[in-house]
Antibody, heavy 120, light 110 residues
């Protein structure tokens, strides 16, 4: 049974750096073809893909946010961490992490999401 | 990269069939058979409904089907039911080895 859960601050101030942790179980991020991605959704708006890390430590980022994002993994802890710098109120959103099937490029399992509000 | 284009809303009566389109370019939808579809009910996480254009994961009703023609992918829901009322998003792999989501479609069951 694959599960993922996001954790991190619910409120950050403008210009601060956001750090989110995805803790998962039921799979290993050292298995060939597997990845973990981050997706966000502002209130009432569409999903937006942010970043992806593969089993081999290959990393991919949204072109529009690449300069602000860093994704890392700790295979031994079954965790993936996303950092986003220079937060702005427009970054207020629910942030999801999800298990990624690299061979077919889809997210098969999602976390419940965590709402992050950016406000002073 | 711009989001894939979906109609903002689609509606149908119970029992009817509806189709949601997802239009991209030859650099994403048209270039790869890596189109997936997600269903999202209010306040819930998205759920995978279709992958690889037309494959259904185990447990997803066969009332959901996917297809692709050129740069446009489609999700068809047949025998529409009240529980199908939700937001639907398409997604595609891109030539930049990134991913992209669609603008989302709200499905209303009349």
């Amino acid at each position: 049974q694959i599960t993922l859960k996001e954790s991190g601050p619910t409120l950050v101030k403008p210009t601060q750096t956001l750090t989110l942790t995805c803790t998962f179980s039921g799979f290993s991020l050292s298995t060939s073809g597997v990845g973990v991605g981050w997706i966000r959704q502002p209130p009432g708006k569409a999903l937006e893909w942010l970043a992806l890390i593969y089993w081999n430590d290959d990393k991919r980022y949204s072109p529009s946010l690449k300069s602000r994002l860093t994704i890392t993994k700790d295979t031994s802890k079954n965790q993936v961490v996303l950092t986003m710098t220079n937060m702005d109120p427009v970054d207020t959103a629910t942030y999801y992490c999800a298990h990624f099937f690299g061979s077919s490029s889809f997210f098969g399992y999602w976390g419940q999401g965590t709402l992050v509000t950016v406000s002073s | 990269q711009s989001a894939l284009t979906q109609p903002a809303s689609v509606s149908g009566s119970p029992g009817q069939s509806i189709t949601i389109s997802c239009t991209g370019t030859s650099s994403d939808v048209g270039g790869y058979n890596y189109v997936s579809w997600y269903q999202q009910h209010p306040g819930k996480a998205p759920k995978l409904m279709i992958y690889d254009v037309s494959n259904r994961p185990s447990g997803v009703s066969n009332r959901f089907s996917g297809s692709k023609s050129g740069n446009t992918a489609s999700l068809t829901i047949s025998g529409l039911q009240a529980e199908d009322e939700a937001d639907y998003y398409c997604s595609s792999y891109t030539s930049s080895s990134t991913l992209i989501f669609g603008t989302g479609t709200k499905v209303t069951v009349l």
